[in-house]
């Protein structure tokens, strides 16, 4: 009977030590220039986690152009979404950097594919206010044919489309879009081969009146920058504590590491910032209401163990504190997830529980 209890506990811490954490990503292999770049994922890691995704730019090597932090949902799935609007045409690369905490780490290609070169738009790109936008080309390659128009105002709503126009002989359209701002409208192509890119048009016209400003608008002021620092490393971060005042509070970290920033706001709920690297420091803007900011600092490499600093403006104090603040001791979570899981705490307890039941039996 003993031989099979240790049999037993054998397998059980054998089965959670090999299997080990898991991340797939997957992206499209093309993409048409200005159509968002969704990344999805799957892993066995726990509900809650942060993943870290990033975009690089691949020519001869490979340059970082943004990272994003998303969480692990309770289907074990996560998803991040890349605008690719101001990126160049070329191939991309998509992927989850090590995180120290498993054997996998996933990356995929992406092509992003520019069309824009087979429109001629005929029309003026800047045209007066007339209450309609004129939009008229050719499109190379689509004669007698047609093409799909959707029309984006300067407040990010859609005014016009998506709608087919057709094309003729020369492969030409046109149509007089009805608009009612000034501003930029962004057009976007789409023909029988897939989306050709976008076209920015101006409206513009009239005299734009402003106020003079005031004695108080003209008064300069000077921004106080209020800074504390710590040693942090990924094993022991370091933790701050900022009180805010009635303004908003402007909030970043020191540049020489690539810095993972969490903090709990004012409502208790906390976020994590991912979005630059060790040239650029992570930042954020708060609104203040007078209350307490808590931040958690460490690097995103394990390698990395350095002095931090938190530098903050328009805030009434920050300082290290001394202890874990009570809202990260708590063991706050993303409000859209919940806690990690471990897989092998559990198959500990089933043969704590195995051993437990054979003792009782024998």
Excluded: C
């Amino acid at each position: 009977m003993k031989k099979l209890v240790l049999a037993v506990l054998g397998l059980l811490f054998l089965s959670g030590i090999v299997s080990a954490y898991q991340i797939n990503i997957y992206a499209p292999e093309t993409l048409p220039l200005g159509k968002p770049l969704i990344v999805t994922g799957t892993t066995t890691f726990g509900i809650g986690t942060p993943i870290g995704v990033v975009l690089y730019y691949q020519l001869t090597t490979a340059t970082e152009i943004q990272r994003k932090i998303t969480y692990v949902q309770s289907d074990r799935t996560f998803r991040v979404v890349f605008d690719t609007t101001t990126l160049k045409k070329g191939m991309y690369k998509v992927e989850v950097p090590a995180t120290g905490q498993g054997d996998s780490v996933t990356m995929r290609l992406v092509e992003l594919i520019d069309r824009t070169d087979e429109i001629q738009i005929s029309s003026p790109m800047d045209q007066l206010s007339t209450g309609t936008l004129s939009i008229a080309g050719t499109l190379k390659g689509n004669q007698n044919s047609g093409v799909q128009i959707e029309v984006t105002g300067p407040d990010g709503q859609r005014v016009f489309g998506p709608q087919y126009i057709s094309t003729n002989v020369y492969g030409s359209f046109s149509i007089s879009v009805p608009v009612t701002q000034r501003g930029a409208y962004e057009v976007s192509f789409t023909d029988a081969k897939g989306f050709v890119g976008t076209k920015i048009f101006s409206v513009v016209g009239g005299q734009q009146v402003t106020s003079p400003p005031t004695p108080v608008e003209t008064i300069q002021t000077q921004v106080e920058v209020l800074s504390a620092h710590a040693k942090a490393s990924r094993d022991n971060p370091a933790y701050f504590e900022v009180k805010t005042g009635s303004y908003k509070v402007n909030i970043y970290t020191s540049s020489n590491i690539d810095w993972m920033m969490e903090y709990i706001d004012d409502r208790g709920l906390l976020h994590t910032v991912l979005d630059r690297n060790q040239a650029n420091p992570e930042e954020i803007v708060v609104q203040g209401k007078g209350r307490m900011i808590y931040v958690k600092l460490y690097p995103f490499k394990y390698s990395d163990n350095s002095i931090v600093f938190l530098y903050v403006e328009n805030a009434q104090s920050v300082r290290v504190s001394p202890t874990v603040p009570a809202p990260f001791a708590a063991g706050q979570v993303p409000v859209t997830s919940a806690t990690q899981e471990s897989p092998l705490p559990a198959a500990l307890g089933i043969a704590s529980l195995l051993v437990l039941v054979l003792g009782i039996r024998k």
